[in-house]
């Protein structure tokens, strides 16, 4: 067989195009895909996610897509962050390629679909990546305003704001330890009784950003994903040092549940005009929220994050939240927590749903009476 037959042959088994052969890079995506971490063979790996019901192993389809000598190697990343930082040189180009592989040459269903793409409901899915920092927005939303309060009281609160909307808030949430993915438990600390839920979008950063004006953050974004921003309301006990405590409130094991995946920039469009974030409890709405609530928009809130410090490839930086939340009487008039035996399912249009299981923590070893204690023991219920 000669070279250009034998070239003919494996353009044909592997569904080249006439831009592969010629070995020009894919340009689009015949598909819009998303990006995950799944547990793959017993270890995480990359996955991309097609039909929101199929999941590609990305190693195993580069290096069946590299065996066509039209397809130069490209080294595959280890982590979302690597992939992230990767993103707009050559891996985008790359994962075009191999989705429009499979998409063209009809491997994704029957007989003609390889073993390296999985169902959905077969694998495990996992945290979709480990971000270096995770900025949250605190009271972003107008209905998130005064809601402690009566109904009269929040709508007070949130003219007020409307007023005067001032810059952003912004704090540090943890991320190793704190960051789960769809279907981990949540954990109510022991003797911890006021957990609540705040749903998000997590942004995330996609190229470094430092002093990034809003009109040019959309720049700096690779994607969005759903967050849940758990939240410890039982606060300090009196008799220590005063004053709001952020790690407790927010720093918690299993308190930060993110995924299922990320959904890349250019498959989701502006969030600022199609976000529409809700969550429940045991079936029930507890949060239903969209942009045109936000006080401050994602680039707003990019802007002011960058002011302070350099936001990096695979950083995360969370909207806020909306009214709804546990603490909230605004809307049903009192307070609401979690409790073991509950299910948290939290969801973004177009980006997808994660769903959380709530359990207790068992009563810890006896300590030195350091440890943080429960809140029965300073405030009464």
Do not use: C
Not at 32 to 46: V, W
Not at 230 to 254: A, F, I, M, N, Y
Not at 357 to 377: H, Y
């Amino acid at each position: 067989m000669t070279v250009l037959a034998m070239l003919t042959a494996l353009a044909v088994v592997f569904g080249a195009g006439p831009a592969a052969a010629q070995g020009n890079p894919a340009v689009s995506s015949v598909e819009p895909f998303k990006l995950g971490t799944f547990d793959l063979g017993g270890e995480p790996r990359i996955g991309v996610v097609l039909r929101d019901t199929l999941v590609v192993d990305l190693v195993a389809a580069n290096r069946a897509l590299e065996r066509d000598p039209s397809y130069p190697p490209l080294p595959m990343p280890p982590t979302m962050v690597d992939l992230i930082g990767r993103y707009e040189y050559g891996m985008k180009t790359r994962l075009y390629e191999i989705v429009n592989h499979l998409a063209r040459g009809n491997r994704l269903t029957g007989a003609a679909r390889p073993a390296w793409v999985h169902d959905v409901t077969s694998v495990d899915v996992l945290a979709p990546l480990m971000p270096g920092k995770m900025l949250n927005a605190a009271v972003n939303f107008y209905t998130h305003v005064g809601e402690t309060g009566s109904a009269e009281q929040q709508k007070k609160a949130e003219a007020e704001r409307r007023a005067k909307r001032g810059v952003p808030y912004l704090f540090l949430k943890p991320t190793r330890g704190a960051v789960i993915g769809d279907g981990d438990d949540v954990v109510i600390p022991y003797g911890r009784d006021r957990v609540d839920w705040e749903v998000e979008l997590g942004i995330v950063i996609g190229r470094a950003a430092r002093d990034v004006p809003a009109d040019k953050a959309a720049e700096h974004i690779f994607g969005y994903m759903v967050t849940v921003d758990v939240s410890d309301r039982g606060g300090r006990p009196p008799d220590s040092r005063p004053g709001s405590d952020w790690l407790v409130g927010k720093g918690h094991d299993t308190f930060a549940p993110m995924g299922p995946w990320i959904v890349p920039k250019e498959f989701y469009g502006d969030p600022m005009k199609r976000l529409r974030q809700t969550l429940s409890v045991d079936g029930k709405v507890m949060q239903e929220a969209g942009a045109s609530d936000m006080i401050h928009s994602i680039y707003e809130l990019i802007e002011y994050g960058s002011s302070i410090i350099t936001l990096y490839p695979g950083d995360v930086v969370n909207n806020g939240t909306s009214g709804g939340t546990g603490m909230g009487q605004a809307y049903r008039g009192a307070e609401r927590f979690l409790k073991p035996g509950e299910t948290m399912t939290a969801s973004i249009e177009g980006i997808g749903s994660i769903t959380m299981n709530v359990v207790a923590e068992a009563p810890p070893p006896a300590g030195t009476g350091s440890r943080l204690p429960p809140v029965s023991t300073y405030r009464k219920q």
